[in-house]
């Protein structure tokens, strides 16, 4: 059962900026809260990869290729974890999921973010 829902994905030139939302409406915030949750970006015909991850300390790791970019950042009130975008790329095209970074679950439909060069 697919416990996370991404949206805020969109059509938008290099160079701009998008916030994706990650909800978790199925979950108890007794269950969301302690959670390590990870953006993750897959592209056609490579593996998926991790980009950030937020912990329930509200401590961040980034992916190389973002650093300085991207910002994880998360609302444990309204259960939701965010992924402010800016100065995006070309190369930053792609699905973005988000999951459970210790303990899969199943990956929703993800968001589609696409930057125009």
């Known amino acids: 059962q697919v416990q996370l829902v991404e949206s805020g994905g969109g059509l938008v030139q290099a160079g701009g900026s998008l916030r994706l939302s990650c909800r978790a409406p199925?979950?108890?915030?007794?269950?969301?809260?302690?959670?390590?949750l990870g953006w993750y970006r897959q592209v056609p015909g490579k593996q998926r990869e991790f980009i950030a991850a937020?912990?329930?300390?509200?401590?961040?790791n980034y992916a190389d290729s973002v650093k300085g970019r991207f910002t994880v950042s998360r609302d444990n009130a309204r259960k939701t974890v965010y992924l402010q975008m800016n100065s995006l790329k070309s190369e930053d095209t792609g699905v973005y999921f988000c999951?459970?970074?210790?303990?899969?679950?199943?990956w929703g439909k993800g968001t589609l973010v696409n930057v125009s060069s």
């Open positions: 199925r979950m108890i915030t007794s269950t969301f809260n302690p959670l390590t």
């Open positions: 937020v912990d329930n300390t509200g401590s961040t």
């Open positions: 999951n459970n970074v210790r303990a899969p679950g199943a």
